[in-house]
């Protein structure tokens, strides 16, 4: 009753259900498994309910620290952690955690004169929407073999019905790995207002526009679209939990790159 009610009402499905299951034996353990400072911190009811979300998240991606800084909306959070069970229960730990669509099989995209001398290409890696900043963020891998690759902060999110560009969104954000010669490669992230897109349409991405309409790279096919405020993922996709803005790991070029016309690039790298 009391904080533990409105605790209960504010948790996602899925930590209920992991709540429910606590019962015996299995809440005994739990409660032990709480490292000692976690106990000496929170109350019972409150490790109870950290140990559900835990359930549902993981414990990496569920933090608690009395020192975080408040919760705020509209821009990217300093800390993943919260103040509290209860701030994080009732914000459904989107500071703490995004839901990532990683595709199957990447979405490509290529340069439109293409040839065995100059070859330039990309891949859309993963999706993911970021509820507290209202962005959508796509994990990208651009490289070429001619030492001149265009910087994808002009990369843009398109709207296309029957061949012809009906809408541009620009990036907002843009985050590059370090560590790459960027006239060669680049891999990050890009992120996009949600309140940029036309509810329903359907968009793919094109790599290094110059925010123009004349461009000299194929768009990917459509990749995504926002229905009612939720982001849905048109490729086959995998979903796992993620910490907001995580990083790929470092990857093989010649694994994800096989193209003969690239060699030069993977002997550079």
């Known amino acids: ?24 034996f299995r809440l005994l353990g739990a409660l032990i498994n709480c490292s000692r400072s976690t106990q000496q911190a929170l109350s019972p009811a409150d490790t109870l309910f950290l140990t559900a979300a835990q359930d549902v998240w993981g414990a990496e991606l569920t933090q608690v620290e009395p020192e975080a800084p408040p919760l705020q909306l509209g821009e990217p959070a300093p800390s993943n952690a919260y103040r509290t069970v209860a701030e994080l229960c009732q914000d459904r730990n989107r500071r703490g955690a995004w839901r990532v669509c990683e595709l199957d099989t990447p979405a490509p995209w290529n340069w439109k004169q293409n040839n065995p001398e100059f070859f330039y290409t990309g891949l859309i890696l993963k999706v993911a929407h970021d509820q507290l900043t209202g962005t959508v963020n796509l994990w990208f891998h ?46 990050g992230i890009l992120g996009y207002e949600v309140s940029q897109l036309r509810p329903g349409a359907a968009y793919g991405f094109i790599f290094g526009t110059r925010w123009t309409r004349h461009w000299d790279y194929d768009p990917t096919e459509p990749v995504l679209r926002m229905n009612a405020g939720r982001l849905e993922v048109m490729l086959p996709h ?32």
Do not use: K
């Open 238 to 269: 995998r979903e796992e939990w993620q910490a907001p803005r995580q990083q790929e790991d470092e990857v093989s070029l010649s694994d994800r790159f096989p193209q003969q016309e690239l060699r030069a690039v993977v002997e550079r790298a």
């Open 142 to 187: 651009a490289i070429c073999n001619a030492g001149d690759l265009r910087t994808a902060t002009d990369s843009c999110l398109c709207h296309i019905a029957n061949g012809v560009v009906v809408h541009m969104v620009r990036a907002t954000w843009v985050y590059l790995a370090p560590g790459l010669d960027e006239r060669v490669q680049q891999r």
């Open 1 to 24: 009753h009391g904080a533990g009610s409105h605790l209960w009402d504010a948790m996602p499905a899925g930590a209920v259900q992991a709540v429910a299951l606590f019962g015996g």
